[in-house]
């Protein structure tokens, strides 16, 4: 086997391969961007071996530069891109259209103009909208099942077979000249320069460029941006290191990079510096507008229509997005219109299974009408969108603040006395029973006192029926996390996915089974609010047996949550002794009375 090449002979004959004729010295200078003395020095030394003659690259030059041929591409693409909202929400970003070209179209394009025609696409999100691509250009797809709880680490481990002379691409990459070679020297992570502050990764060098490290956030810097090159000798260490990592939990939230970094010292990589406005990632639209500002001309976006009828303004008037914390069910994102910021509410895959949207925009009319939630702007009530007011410098409750937890019941009390009727109904027993039905799918409820517990529960609810308490609109979801308080002291009671008609004492069971900071003391000056003045004795044992009823309910949930594989933590003691602790006590209560 022949000696590999070094830098300069490799630039030198794949210069002299490129070309379509015999080439000079100083042709080859300005090629390679070699100094003309160090090019003169390495086609004497290559004239030597055979691998050119007459200036130009023979048989056996070309066989030398085989090694180095890339074999194949991997672009990823399977993931959400919460920072590009609300655009993601729609479509996966690789598929959007700028200026005129769709971005992983146009990759694939600049990819078989160097000849690079194996092309693997790993998609997860939304995956259908990549696979039109088998067709258009012969790309195979591998589908990432993990692509919502596995970070990028997972693409490539998907595809770890294939890694060899590979190109490793990102699906919504625009290049504006096109960075691919048919053959290239050595793995490299491309570049560009950043002047001043940034929070990208910032690249570490050492001699001759080689990636020593990288650092979140830097200035007057090198960050990794991009594309980049495995060549064989990085892939199949890279593969080593990820056999033995992959498995691992601390590996699960990883980018490759990180996996890469942590192993740099073993993994030799250099990096590839671009000039400015080569290579463009875009990590909001904002970004991208600025890139394109024809962009919105060629969106075909229902968000955008949504938003544009329900507030009457221009769709290239609405800007500042950026993802909120997303939640179980939904993802929402700001956006702002002029100098009124708002939120966007898009309905996660599935949620027309688990939340009665009817019954859902009955309840946030009810609310902004009674002045309970003022956030509430519009939405639909069959497509599960939603435009919401965002509330700048808000928090959540604080039921230590006296004042703050004063008018959260305040609140509850004002939507009870609305004398409002809801469509959806909800009960802690039977939502506590239907858990209970779904717990015994996975094999008999064995847990030590439980059926006792139950039956209890069971003569619980019976006399706190018999009460003759009534039934009344309801949050149902009613602790501090749905509240937003303003930096001027306004309260808004906000998410209104399970609202309903229940019992009178069903939020203040929420309130303090889901309310850590709840404690007996809280829980009592809860319900003075609530009433504006101590509670009778047979109030105050209602709304107390509604704290049972809450936390056995949630405790069935737990037990079933943990049943499908998931860890609901101190949650799962915590419900069970809300539902255990006074319920002999309140039967005590009741069943001497009787």
Same mark, same amino acid.
């Given at each position: 086997m022949a000696a590999p090449l070094t830098e300069p002979q490799f630039h030198i004959l794949n210069a002299m391969r490129a070309a379509t004729g015999p080439l000079t010295q100083r042709d080859l200078a300005q090629a390679t961007g070699l100094s003309l003395g160090t090019v003169n020095?390495?086609?004497?030394?290559?004239?030597?071996?055979?691998?050119?003659?007459?200036?130009?690259?023979?048989?056996?030059?070309?066989?030398?530069?085989?090694?180095?041929?890339?074999?194949?591409?991997?672009?990823?693409a399977a993931g959400l891109s919460s920072r590009f909202a609300p655009i993601s929400y729609e479509r996966p970003k690789g598929t959007l259209r700028v200026r005129g070209e769709v971005l992983i179209e146009r990759q694939i394009e600049q990819l078989h103009?160097?000849?690079?025609?194996? #092309?693997?696409?790993? +998609?997860?999100?939304?995956? =259908?909208?990549?696979?039109? %691509?088998? *067709?258009?250009?012969?790309? !195979?797809? $591998?589908?990432?099942?993990?692509?919502?709880?596995?970070?990028?680490n997972g693409s490539l481990w998907l595809v770890r077979d294939r890694l060899a002379n590979t190109y490793v691409c990102s699906s919504d990459d625009y290049f504006t000249t096109n960075p691919f070679e048919p053959y290239v020297y050595q793995a490299y992570y491309s570049a560009q320069y950043i002047?001043?502050?940034?929070?990208?990764?910032?690249?570490?060098?050492?001699?001759?460029?080689?990636?020593?490290?990288?650092?979140?956030?830097?200035?007057?810097?090198?960050?990794?941006?991009?594309?980049?090159?495995?060549?064989?000798?990085?892939?199949?260490?890279?593969?080593? #290191?990820?056999?033995? +990592?992959?498995?691992?939990? =601390?590996?699960?939230?990883? %980018?490759? *990079?990180?996996?890469?970094? !942590?192993? $740099?010292?073993?993994?030799?990589?250099?990096?590839?510096?671009?000039?400015?406005?080569?290579?463009?990632?875009?990590?909001?639209?904002?970004?991208?507008?600025?890139?394109d500002p024809g962009f919105m001309e060629n969106l075909d976006s229902e968000v955008f229509t949504h938003i544009a009828l329900t507030l009457g303004c221009d769709p290239n008037d609405v800007s500042d997005f950026y993802p909120l914390k997303q939640g179980i069910t939904n993802l929402s994102c700001h956006f702002s219109v002029g100098d009124d910021e708002y939120v966007y509410r898009h309905p996660g895959a599935g949620t027309e299974k688990m939340v009665d949207r009817h019954a859902e925009f009955e309840a946030l009319t009810l609310?902004?009408?009674?002045?309970?939630?003022?956030?509430?702007?519009?939405?639909?009530?069959?497509?599960?969108?939603?435009?919401?007011?965002?509330?700048?410098?808000?928090?959540?409750?604080?039921?230590?603040?006296?004042?703050?937890?004063?008018?959260?019941?305040?609140?509850?009390?004002?939507?009870?006395?609305?004398?409002?009727?809801?469509?959806?109904?909800?009960d802690f027993v039977e939502e506590g029973l239907r858990y209970e039905a779904l717990l015994s799918d996975h094999g008999p409820i064995e847990v030590p006192g439980y059926h006792e517990l139950r039956e209890k529960v069971l003569r619980l609810k019976a006399h706190a029926d018999a009460d003759g308490f009534p039934r009344v609109p309801s949050h149902n979801d009613f602790f501090p996390p749905n509240f937003l308080v303003a930096q001027d002291g306004h309260i808004d009671l906000i998410d209104w996915e399970y609202a309903g008609m229940s019992d009178v004492a069903a939020d203040f069971g929420t309130m303090v089974v889901c309310t850590a900071e709840m404690d007996e003391a809280l829980a009592e000056q809860a319900l003075e609010y609530y009433f504006k003045r101590v509670p009778?004795?047979?109030?105050?044992?209602?709304?107390?047996?509604?704290?049972?009823?809450?936390?056995?309910?949630?405790?069935?949930?737990?037990?079933?949550?943990?049943?499908?594989?998931?860890?609901?933590?101190?949650?799962?003691?915590?419900?069970?002794?809300?539902?255990?602790?006074?319920?002999?006590?309140?039967?005590?209560?009741?069943?001497?009375?009787d």
């Open positions: 020095t390495h086609v004497r030394r290559i004239e030597t071996t055979g691998l050119i003659a007459d200036r130009s690259l023979t048989p056996a030059g070309l066989e030398a530069l085989t090694p180095y041929k890339v074999d194949n591409a991997v672009i990823m103009a160097a000849g690079i025609t194996d #092309v693997t696409v790993v +998609v997860g999100y939304k995956k =259908e909208y990549f696979f039109y %691509l088998i *067709e258009k250009y012969g790309v !195979d797809i $591998v589908v990432n099942r993990e692509y919502a709880s596995r970070n990028n002047a001043g502050p940034t929070e990208e990764w910032c690249i570490q060098t050492g001699p001759a460029g080689r990636i020593t490290g990288a650092t979140v956030g830097g200035a007057d810097t090198l960050v990794m941006l991009g594309h980049v090159y495995f060549d064989r000798a990085f892939s199949t260490r890279f593969n080593q #290191v990820l056999e033995k +990592v992959y498995h691992r939990p =601390e590996t699960i939230p990883l %980018l490759w *990079e990180s996996i890469y970094l !942590d192993h $740099v010292k073993e993994l030799d990589m250099v990096v590839r510096p671009y000039p400015e406005g080569v290579i463009n990632e875009f990590d909001s639209l904002d970004e991208l507008r600025a890139f609310a902004r009408d009674a002045g309970v939630d003022r956030t509430f702007v519009d939405g639909d009530v069959d497509k599960g969108w939603k435009i919401s007011r965002f509330v700048p410098g808000s928090r959540n409750l604080d039921v230590t603040i006296p004042d703050e937890l004063r008018k959260a019941m305040r609140l509850s009390r004002h939507l009870h006395d609305a004398g409002a009727e809801m469509t959806r109904s909800f009778t004795a047979v109030e105050r044992r209602h709304f107390w047996a509604y704290v049972v009823l809450a936390g056995w309910c949630w405790y069935v949930w737990a037990l079933l949550k943990e049943a499908e594989g998931d860890d609901v933590g101190e949650w799962l003691l915590t419900y069970y002794r809300y539902a255990v602790d006074d319920i002999d006590t309140l039967l005590a209560q009741y069943e001497n009375e």
